[in-house]
């Protein structure tokens, strides 16, 4: 079973520009999540999807983040425009169930100069 | 709201001597599952253990145990006989069975050294 892949690995753009990273979760689960680790601070949730559905965006940052799910399959993150602030690395996990356990991608490393 | 704290930024241990890597949290919750992850200079994030709060027993995983104590709130990871292979940062997370997402500890990196 193929896992948790995330593309790009790595990503540095320019303040202002739009960088979209992508999520490809394990096949069959509903569930995907993104998180995020900003300048070696503690990993924190940004939403979940189920399915195609925002479950819970309650840790988007602002609206300069903009996550879709289209077709309940791989996912998006688009940021517009980038800041500073938002280098960091950006993880994606799936589960099959919101209570199964929740598997991770490798990241993005996302650098904004 | 839960927070998890690794108090332990870096830990460094012989090989094939046992360490052991601690967790503390803070939740009102009593239905929850709590993880170890390990995160590699290559970057992906691998599952190391998994506890159910409602299991009394400590779970296992070959030669990586934990020390569950639910009324204390700590959770430590102990890895015994270690490997140069277990160099990699270690996150503590507490995931929440109602909400569905995980609360992650700062990390604790870990070196082994031969």
């Known amino acids: 079973e193929a896992g948790v892949t995330q593309f790009p690995s790595h990503s540095v753009i320019e303040k202002g520009q739009t960088v979209t990273l992508r999520c490809d979760p394990i096949?069959?689960?509903?569930?995907l999540y993104w998180y995020r680790r900003v300048m070696g601070k503690e990993i924190k949730f940004l939403l979940h999807f189920v399915k195609e559905s925002k479950q819970d965006e309650s840790g988007m940052p602002n609206n300069r983040f903009l996550a879709e799910r289209t077709g309940g399959t791989y996912s998006t993150l688009k940021v517009q425009p980038a800041e500073l602030e938002d280098s960091g690395v950006y993880f994606c996990a799936s589960s099959r169930q919101l209570q199964e356990t929740q598997y991770f991608g490798p990241g993005t490393r996302l650098l904004v100069l | 709201a839960q927070t998890v704290t690794q108090s332990q930024p870096e830990m460094s241990v012989q090989e094939a001597e046992t360490v052991t890597l601690s967790c503390t949290y803070d939740?009102?919750?009593?239905?929850?599952?709590l993880f170890w992850y390990k995160q590699p200079p290559s970057r992906q994030m691998i599952l190391v253990i998994r506890q159910e709060a409602y299991k009394q027993q400590n779970a296992t995983e070959n030669r990586f145990s934990v020390n569950f104590q639910k009324a204390a709130k700590s959770f430590s990871l102990k890895i015994s006989d270690s490997q140069l292979g277990d160099t990699a940062m270690y996150f503590c997370?507490?995931?929440?069975?109602?909400?569905?997402?995980?609360?992650f500890g700062d990390g604790t990196t870990l070196t082994v050294k031969p």
């Open positions: 997370a507490f995931f929440n069975t109602n909400a569905g997402k995980s609360t």
């Open positions: 939740t009102s919750e009593n239905n929850y599952y």
């Open positions: 096949s069959g689960h509903d569930n």
